[in-house]
């Protein structure tokens, strides 16, 4: 099992450097969270998951020109 995990987390920092890449020529957009509020991928609890959706809510409306920009 620990095998299979370190070969996933390899596989995401692969995939992470592509799509950064891919960003800086244009060819992508690498929607994230403009910080890191503590919530982990098992973890939070009601109030750091809301406070997590309401920052990609407001990161969304933030970069509405860019997204909409790229998808026309």
């Given at each position: 099992?620990?095998?299979?995990?370190?070969?996933?987390?390899?596989?995401?920092?692969?995939?992470?450097?592509?799509?950064?890449?891919?960003?800086?020529?244009?060819e992508?957009?690498?929607?994230?969270?403009?910080?890191d509020?503590?919530?982990?991928?098992f973890?939070?609890?009601?109030?750091?998951?809301?406070?997590?959706?309401?920052?990609?809510?407001?990161?969304?409306?933030?970069?509405?020109?860019?997204?909409?920009?790229?998808?026309?």
């Amino acid at each position: 099992m620990r095998k299979q995990f370190r070969l996933r987390t390899g596989i995401y920092y692969e995939e992470k450097a592509k799509v950064e890449a891919l960003e800086e020529k244009g060819e992508a957009i690498f929607l994230r969270p403009s910080k890191d509020l503590g919530v982990k991928r098992f973890s939070g609890d009601y109030d750091q998951l809301n406070a997590l959706y309401d920052l990609g809510y407001q990161d969304s409306e933030d970069r509405k020109e860019q997204i909409l920009s790229f998808i026309q």
